[in-house]
């Protein structure tokens, strides 16, 4: 495949798939119309987590801040979703051809999509864009190891480029960051085999450094604003205490989808053994597979599972193919190839086909259908109270996204969702009830079943100027207190 077919394939591809975030439907979705609206805040001179509050790191913000500069929009931020996908391709092109001929790479390419398919789940979320931040070190270490089949003398450039790409992970989401974890260990584990501590100690300062290029800058920003605490409250402590509260919380089903996803990487170190007796390939590079791999898989144990958090382990996934087809292709006569092939595939794929399926589905209803089209005239039913532009607005315990489709931008930092948030910060709710008292917004909006309608009007001086009554069932007041 060529770069503009290439280029040609991520643009439909992305069309398709990111059906939260395509010119193909106008509906903003759930996490990703959290960093839209960062991103529109950012262009508006907003700062993260000081005016607009989500707990990720600031990454994602910029990214689609940037989006909305190119364009003013979010087709903008599509452009840069097609963009990161056509060099992940190109990329996981490069790592498939270490093992497979130019008539074979397709199929890696096709599990590369199939799995990114079955984990996107909205578009426009950490995992998709940390892939090229995970790939390109993947890229440049088989590359090297497979030419030297040892760690020493590794550029110190490659080291670099690690130190670069974690910066950038850590800045989407620490957890982003396990299977180049898992990389930087193969190194470590390596080089003390080799018993070089010197090379040792010059690559980790080197790792260390291109890290530092890219957290540092953050760090100083935040803290020459008055951010600091909140930026690493929301890129630090509050996703470890998520990531704690969702491992303690799975049940059994749980555990099952989590080992079924991880399966391929499981299988490959299962069979890494055969694959090093047979002299199929050289024990660094083994190691480096099984490392990423159980690295990324270790993650998945964080959190509460989410799907789209398996993208991340997409880029392993596909090289862990690639070797085993190149192994099979090679060691297996032709008798038996072709069901040894398939019989692989399936076991790669089975894992995310049912979650293929449904994003299939969610693309036809979506795109296809426009299920969901009816959405966006019924939340911009609130313009008819409080037209696009108005300022001192906020709303209560609804998703981000009412503020896109109806042109507002809150005027406090939690914006969305906030009883969730609480969950995890209780101290929240404490910050929401002195905003109230003492700088209220002249506008809130928020579900009249909500227990917060009757504080209020009993504690906050708010009056009751309408309900919308649909689905969404959305009731607005406004302040009478006096001046805010």
């Not at 790669?348 to 969901?372: E, M, N, T, W």
Request: glycine content about 6%; hydrophobic content about 50%.
């Amino acid at each position: 495949m060529s770069g503009p077919s290439m280029l040609a394939f991520s643009f439909l591809f992305i069309a398709v798939v990111s059906v939260y975030n395509t010119p193909l439907n106008s509906y903003y979705g759930y996490d990703s119309a959290f960093f839209l609206l960062i991103g529109k805040g950012i262009r508006q001179g907003l700062l993260p987590y000081l005016d607009l509050y989500d707990q990720k790191g600031p990454m994602i913000f910029y990214i689609n801040a940037l989006g909305y500069a190119l364009t003013g929009s979010r087709f903008g931020v599509f452009l840069l979703q097609v963009l990161s996908f056509f060099v992940s391709l190109l990329w996981i092109k490069k790592i498939s051809r270490n093992w497979l001929q130019s008539r074979d790479e397709y199929m890696a390419l096709f599990v590369f999509c199939f799995v990114f398919c079955g984990t996107v789940q909205e578009g426009n979320m950490t995992e998709e864009w940390s892939l090229p931040f995970l790939i390109r070190p993947l890229l440049l270490s088989l590359q090297f190891l497979r030419r030297n089949r040892r760690a020493f003398g590794h550029p110190l450039r490659y080291s670099l480029i690690y130190g670069v790409c974690f910066g950038v992970l850590f800045m989407f989401r620490a957890t982003n960051t396990a299977p180049l974890c898992g990389l930087i260990l193969a190194f470590i584990i390596m080089l003390i085999k080799e018993k070089k501590p010197l090379d040792l100690c010059k690559n980790a300062v080197t790792v260390i450094l291109g890290m530092m290029l890219v957290v540092t800058p953050f760090l100083v920003y935040f803290a020459r604003v008055g951010a600091l605490d909140s930026f690493m409250e929301a890129s630090l402590f509050h996703n470890f205490h998520y990531a704690v509260g969702g491992a303690s919380s799975k049940t059994l089903l749980d555990w099952l989808v989590i080992l079924a996803r991880v399966f391929p990487i499981l299988m490959t170190l299962c069979v890494s053994p055969f694959l090093r007796k047979a002299s199929a390939e050289s024990f660094p590079v083994l190691l480096t597979l099984n490392c990423v791999g159980l690295a990324g898989a270790a993650a998945m144990t964080l959190g509460y599972g989410y799907r789209h958090y398996y993208l991340i382990l997409a880029p392993i996934i596909t090289a862990d193919y690639a070797l085993l087809i190149e192994y099979i292709t090679t060691y297996f006569d032709k008798n038996r190839l072709k069901a040894l092939i398939i019989l692989c595939t399936v076991l790669f794929l089975v894992p995310f086909a049912p979650q293929f399926v449904r994003q299939v589905g969610k693309a036809y209803y979506y795109d296809i259908y426009h299920s969901l089209d009816g959405d966006a005239a019924r939340y911009k039913q609130l313009n008819e109270y409080i037209p696009a532009g108005t300022e001192r607005v906020w709303g209560y315990n609804y998703n981000a996204q009412i503020y896109l489709y109806t042109d507002l931008m809150p005027c406090y930092r939690y914006f969305a969702l906030q009883e969730w948030m609480a969950e995890a910060q209780p101290e929240i709710m404490d910050e929401i009830d002195d905003m109230l008292q003492n700088d209220p917004p002249e506008w809130i909006f928020l579900r009249s079943s909500s227990d917060m309608t009757e504080r209020l009007e009993n504690e906050f001086s708010f009056e009751r100027v309408a309900v919308i009554e649909n689905r969404y069932d959305i009731a607005i007041y406004r302040y009478v207190g006096g001046s805010s």
